[in-house]
């Protein structure tokens, strides 16, 4: 088969359902059992670790950094002898890490996807080490277009975006989440408060994307003098909102290094 996914939890399972629309040729397995039904349903193959490693020509690893290691060393012998690309999404760990775990040089391509891949607007950043073929690298970049955006980055960089549009959803929706209480909180119904709030962050993310703007020059335009934005704006700049959310990423870059450990 031409993709196994080893694990198939939120990420697993989102970046499944999004490639299905450019091939269904491949098998999920998990620890639990619980892939089982969503492979029924998405009329995939369903095995364990050792049959996808056999059966499948490109491997998605899709465990956590810390369960990497118990993963792929069962599985050695067979990825020594067949060499299947591996798909790593693992926080953290730098695709000679992965080669380590497997024992052997193998090639590797390093992705960082984020929740909206379940929607097919995931922002996916990407790397690959010297083993992996153009020719298989574009059929791959072919497969995924159906998740999101894939953009090139330097593994060097792969921490930093990871603390932002991999972990990025979160922040988001908590954004989301306290200005639909603002507007509840004014009278908005809150199912209407959330809709607005969420189509509001997506039209200003298009607008960012469309014109390649400043978007503090972007928010200004907002503001009319002695307005009600300019007023909301002084809040966010007097509890530090840009100190806030930048803290924030920087945290979530020194855990993934953490994990690299």
Known sequence: MKYGFIGCGHMGSAIARALSNATRDFMVTDRSGKAKP???DMGVAYGDNVTAARECNRLFLCVKPQMMEAVLSPLAPI????????????AGLEMAKIEAFAGTPLPVIRIMPNTPVA??????????????????LQDFLSDMRFCGAMDAIEESMMDAASALSGSGPAYLYL?????????AACGLPQEKALRYAA???AGAAEMILASHGDPYALADAVCSPGGSTIEGVKVLRQQDLAGTVSQCIQAAYRRNQELGK
């Open 38 to 40: 969503f492979a029924q």
């Open 175 to 183: 954004y989301m989440a306290a200005m639909a209480e603002g507007a």
């Open 119 to 136: 929607v097919g607007k995931g922002m996916i950043p990407y790397c690959a080490n010297s083993m992996v073929e153009k020719s298989v």
């Open 79 to 90: 990825l020594r002898e067949k060499k299947p690309l591996l798909i790593t999404m693992a």
């Open 199 to 201: 189509e509001t962050m």
